[in-house]
């Protein structure tokens, strides 16, 4: 008896020691089957997975493995000399490339329609963002684990997915910028800590690779480069220091640059060849003429922030944790406050100043979503302050507040997703006040389109 019990002991021991080892991977492979779940709950068309803006991101790949033409795109401006001009960088499609050549050789092997958009080619690309994301939010739990703890950690990780627009744009919309994004910038995040500690050849490179993608998939992510100058810095004094640190390792910092020059030869290259003629700047219309910022002189925060289209808190009021976390850290110089709150506010102007500063059909403002691994920061903060009050009141208060948050978020992604573009000025706040009711069950029997009544 006492053998036995000792051999079940063993083997229990054996598993855990095993699970513990490999949880990321037992976690990862949950969340992918969570995704399919989900999508398939919501439900979420797969035949719309490749479609508009993501179809943009996409289109290099069946154009160069399978058309083998890069210069009549299907989703693509039409050009003067006949040719069709993509305007979205690559980055996305260099991270969708081993998906869709899994999809590639099962249609093949399958005998299936080898095209690059049939079924097996859009679950493919659901699967991929979901590996990203998941692998996005371990490297951002890693990141928060030594400064604030493994609980408070895993808590703002999982309610930074589950109550902001990353749900969305992982399971409802995966094909834009944003999961990948999101996943390049935390290793980014995560490998200047090192680089900054210990400047050399190899921690360039392992900065200079996630950055390099990160602004290949999305020209704005650049802002995080202010890391390098900012992490930190708290006074004029330690601004000078670093300063002189870059001048000191400035050979490092040339190899992340031509790192991000070299990754963007080939968007050049392909800007050029559709166009003829050299291009630099693809977002143009079939004129020529740039898409750009146009509203520099005239920003429109507080649209960006609190309009009924769109706006940041209104439809991720989670990031008022963000804000509190930040001040906080600010008044205590601590956790790189300075560089963040300067991050904030560059993408914010540049995001009020865009020609389209909604995003138009945003579910949220989704341009934010890059930002996030970044604002987790000060929202760990205050979390940990908040856990480690002995209050139980407060503890149990904010879990209660991340629970509403995040049953509001999933509830509006689905009626989002089935009656898209809430825009003005159609879309007014009678509107948001209906979803309301019908999110939290007020009035369950809320018609969608009695929305736009």
Known sequence: ME?????QCWSWCLWTRFFNKHAAIFLGIAFVIMSLFIVNNIPVKYSLMIWSDAEAYYDYLPSTFIKNDIAHMHYAVPLPNGNRLNKVTMGVSLLELPFFAGAHIYSKINGLAADGYSFPYQVALLISVTVYMFLGLFVLFKILRPRFGKA????????LFFATNLFYYTF???GMSHGYSFFVLTLFLYRID?????????????????????????PTNILYAFLFLLYDVYSFHSLKERTMFIVKNI??????????????????????????????????????????FKYLTDPKIFKVLFGIESGWIVYTPFFIFFFIGLIISLVKKIHHSF????????????????????????????????????????????????FHN???ILKVSIMFVLVIFSFFNIRISGFYYKDPCWEEPQWTWVHYNKIINKAFYIKPDLKLKEWRE
């Open 339 to 386: 560089a963040i709150l300067f991050i904030f506010l560059s993408i914010l102007y540049l995001n009020a100043s865009w020609w389209s500063y909604t995003f138009a059909c945003s579910f949220g403002y989704r341009s934010m979503i890059e930002f996030y691994p970044l604002f987790a920061i000060p929202v760990a903060f205050l979390f940990s302050k908040i």
């Open 390 to 392: 002995k209050k139980n």
């Open 152 to 159: 408070t950690s895993f808590i703002t990780v999982t309610a």
């Open 3 to 7: 053998k036995e019990i000792n051999k």
């Open 172 to 174: 409802c919309q995966p």
């Open 194 to 218: 090192f680089f900054m500690k210990s400047p050399k050849i190899k921690n360039a490179i392992l900065c200079g690779l996630p950055l390099a993608l990160a602004v290949l998939i999305r």
């Open 251 to 292: 050979r490092y910092f040339l190899i992340i640059i031509f790192i991000g020059i070299l990754f963007y030869i080939p968007q050049i290259a392909y800007w050029s060849y559709a166009w003829g003629s050299l291009k630099l700047y693809g977002y143009v219309d079939p004129n020529g003429t740039p898409e750009t």
